[in-house]
């Protein structure tokens, strides 16, 4: 085991001992940033918080050309767990704990390298990745920081993710008008019937996306995650709630998207709104999505990390390259064992990565 990912392994202990669920997102200003902050001398550290349990950590050293951003909240633990999950255990050539592989580990080689460098270094650590809910980063955004780069960690097994789709929620509610079922109904009786309706030719509408491609990623991808509404069997639906998402390819248009999902079928939903909206990476239309996408190839190029696929799920990486930065995802771990019972990272990897970021760092300096 190397002296780095021994310090790495020190400070992983300390934040998964840290509960940092979301939800709840019961996470304020001490606990967790108190360790960070007595943990990155020589750092000038600020900690803003902007309610609900979202709290961010920035500390820079010198003028760094890089910010490295990392989420220090986690998803809630399942029942399955066989241990305590906020306890760190070392089994073989894994690290187990909550959080461990999404995405503690990575903030704790960056801690462990602050501590083994001297030379320029900025940190962004943050706690509403998890929620749907990205008060920390667009916070951060309003005062635009001047950096060459952002590189965000996430599991992506120690390559360099350039692509990823976007993520849209949405809720929407169909009205139709109750009464004894035993009659016949027109199309807008039912609004059970309605979300059916709409969900077939929703379901139909995806299918004919197939061919669509980018960056080795075909097709969109979407579900209907709940209906509800109506009242029995005999009764005609007053009302239907319908909750679904879908995950766009960098090159699809999301409004055009959400306007095609809003007027599948007639009637057309009475309410309709997304409930959270997160960009693929790249951001910007196809011309400005290849542009960037290349860009953030050479630095990874530059930088001697490996580049790996385009991965289907969503990172806060989209939030800063729609806002101009040179972005793409970096960390260890695999994302198979996020958000699993005994969640994992491999030590080789959490070492790989902490001498990937020191050699990034002693290069700046240099």
């Known amino acids: 085991m190397s002296a780095l990912l021994d310090e790495t392994l020190k400070h992983l202990r300390a934040l998964v001992g840290f509960d940092t669920r979301n939800p709840p997102r019961e996470i304020g200003t001490g606990g967790i940033f108190d360790y960070l902050r007595e943990h990155l001398p020589g750092f000038e550290v600020i900690v803003t918080d902007f309610g609900a349990g979202a709290v961010n950590l920035y500390a820079v050293r010198g003028k760094p050309k890089y910010l490295f951003n990392v989420h220090m909240d986690t998803v809630p633990d399942s029942p399955h767990w066989t241990a305590d999950p906020h306890t760190l255990r070392i089994e073989g050539d894994r690290a187990i704990g909550l959080g461990a592989c999404d995405i503690k580990g990575a903030a704790a080689a960056l801690v462990a390298v602050a501590n083994a460098t001297k030379g320029d270094m900025a940190l962004l650590l943050s706690t509403d990745e998890e929620a749907n809910d990205a008060r920390c980063i667009d916070g951060f955004l309003k005062d635009k920081p001047v950096y060459e ?218």
Request: a negative charge.
């Open 149 to 366: 780069a952002v590189i965000v960690a996430e599991p992506t097994k120690g390559e360099a993710v350039l692509a990823h789709r976007g993520i849209h929620s949405v809720q929407m509610r169909f009205t139709g008008k109750a009464g004894h079922a035993s009659g016949e109904q027109k199309a807008s009786d039912s609004a059970l019937h309605q979300a059916v309706r709409w969900g077939t030719a929703a379901l139909d509408f995806v299918a004919a996306q197939s061919h669509e491609r980018f960056g080795g990623l075909t097709g969109l991808r979407f579900n209907i995650g709940k209906i509800e509404g109506g009242i029995k069997a005999n009764v005609i639906a007053p009302t239907a709630d319908v909750r679904f998402g879908f995950r766009p390819l960098p090159s699809m248009d999301a409004d055009q998207m959400l306007e095609t999902f809003r007027t599948l079928v007639e009637p057309h939903p009475v309410e309709y709104g997304e409930t959270f909206r997160g960009d693929s990476l790249p951001a910007g239309d196809t011309a400005t999505a290849e542009t960037r996408r290349l860009a953030a190839r050479d630095l990874a190029d530059e930088l001697n990390i490996p580049v790996g696929n385009a991965v289907n799920f969503w990172t806060e990486a989209a939030l800063f390259s729609a806002a101009g930065y040179i972005s793409f995802v970096y960390g260890p771990g695999d994302i198979a064992q996020a958000h699993s019972a005994d969640e994992w990272v491999a030590l080789d990897q959490l070492d790989h990565y902490a001498q990937t970021i020191c050699r990034i760092i002693d290069r700046g300096s240099a």
